[in-house]
């Protein structure tokens, strides 16, 4: 298709045009994202049937974990750079265009006609460049890759770098240290997309020495490419993302969390599906019980706790009966407020 891409621009006052300007924002010895806090949730885990702890990645400034990553990734490739250049979702955009600002540093994010105005609203908030263009992730990656060689601009991956997922892997440590030496989780619950989170994950549990904390990898039917992988044994690329939890929409997953899936870490991943229904129903009651809201893309790591997953895995022995406290990463989301929470229940009828 040859039709121009939509591009949506910053007011004047807000928009960031000054990429030269030095040396300004957060060395690395001051990342720019948050030590979050770790709760206790005494109806999940009184669902589950062992303590619930949950680390609550929603907090952070962009709204979700990607700021570890991204944060990381532009301290060490961007700080002589022209601009940078994001494809994503929604939330990848979120931490570029926060981190890019606080590096004074022009930000264009390219995300795919599936985001929701509500999440190109708050890029252009940041003071970012926002292009819609093509309808899956995918597309809009394209656009983001042929931008940053044209406009020689740094181009920020929202999943596949090992410097995402070594900033991702902070995650852990940062359990680690609240939960203090005596205490080790029996399972790590999380959403997967194109794999990042997932990459970060399991090296954050290498660095704590926590290889033997199995790995639930949860995804919505209709945006399961790291299921079908693991499913067909190579990686393969999905015909299209039918899922509303559009965060999750990559096609194919990256190589690393193909392989740690395959073995190529000591750490145990079990790779779930859940439905939309099920994924929106957890956003729902996670609403009510923790005064929380998050997008689908959460809801899928949540709905393992809330549609009795963990307790099925239990059940078949994937996971043990006598389960040490589970850890939920509570990955957060800008893609939701009161109208679209409305707007998805109709959808899906829940
Ligand atoms: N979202 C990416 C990829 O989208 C993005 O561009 O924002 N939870 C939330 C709230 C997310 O936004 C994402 C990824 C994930 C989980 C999954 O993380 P991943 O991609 O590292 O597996 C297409």
């Known amino acids: 298709m040859s039709r121009e891409p939509l591009v949506f621009e910053a007011e004047p006052e807000v928009a960031v045009t000054c990429p030269f300007s030095g040396d300004v924002g957060p060395t690395m010895a001051e990342p720019f994202h948050l030590n979050t ?5 005494a109806t999940m885990s009184r669902r589950v049937g062992t303590t619930v702890y949950l680390k609550m990645e929603n907090s952070q400034p962009s709204g979700s974990f990607k700021i570890r990553g991204i944060g990381h990734l532009c301290g060490q490739l961007a700080k002589q750079s022209r601009g940078i250049v994001c494809s994503s979702g929604g939330n990848a955009g979120m931490a570029a265009a926060y981190v890019a600002k606080k590096m004074d540093l022009a930000a264009t994010i390219v995300v795919p006609s599936s985001t929701p105005p509500l999440v190109i609203h708050r890029l252009l908030d940041q003071g970012a460049v926002v292009k819609t263009v093509g309808k899956v992730w995918d597309d809009a990656d394209a656009e983001a890759l042929r931008l940053a060689a044209k406009e020689n601009l740094t181009y920020v991956p929202p999943f596949d770098h090992p410097l995402l997922w070594q ?10 240290s609240s939960l203090g030496p005596a205490v080790k989780p029996g399972g ?13 994950v399991v090296q954050g549990l290498k660095v704590v020495g926590w290889t033997d904390v199995p790995v639930v990898a949860v995804e919505t039917v209709g945006a399961d490419c790291f299921n079908a992988a693991v499913k067909a044994g190579r990686i393969v ?4 993302i039918t899922s509303e939890a559009k965060c999750l929409g990559a096609k ?18 079990i790779s779930e599906l859940v439905t939309d229904q099920q ?19 959460c809801g ?12 099925r895995l239990q059940d078949q022995g994937r996971l043990p009966n006598s389960l040490a406290p589970l850890l939920v990463i509570v990955c957060g989301g800008s893609s939701i407020d009161m109208n679209q929470l409305k707007y998805l229940k109709e959808k899906l009828q829940t």
């Open 37 to 41: 806090p770790l709760l206790e949730s």
């Open 237 to 240: 690329t999905l015909d299209d």
């Open 300 to 311: 899928a790591a949540l709905a393992a706790v809330y549609s009795g997953l963990i307790g």
């Open 279 to 297: 994924a929106l129903q957890a956003v729902e009651t996670f609403l009510d019980e923790e005064r929380v809201l998050v997008e689908m893309a």
């Open 252 to 269: 194919t997953v990256c190589q690393k969390a193909f392989e740690y899936s395959q073995g190529d870490s000591e750490v145990t991943i």
């Open 167 to 176: 900033g991702h892997a902070s995650l852990i440590s940062e359990v680690a």
């Open 188 to 200: 790590v619950v999380l959403s997967v997309g194109g794999g990042g989170l997932l990459c970060g």
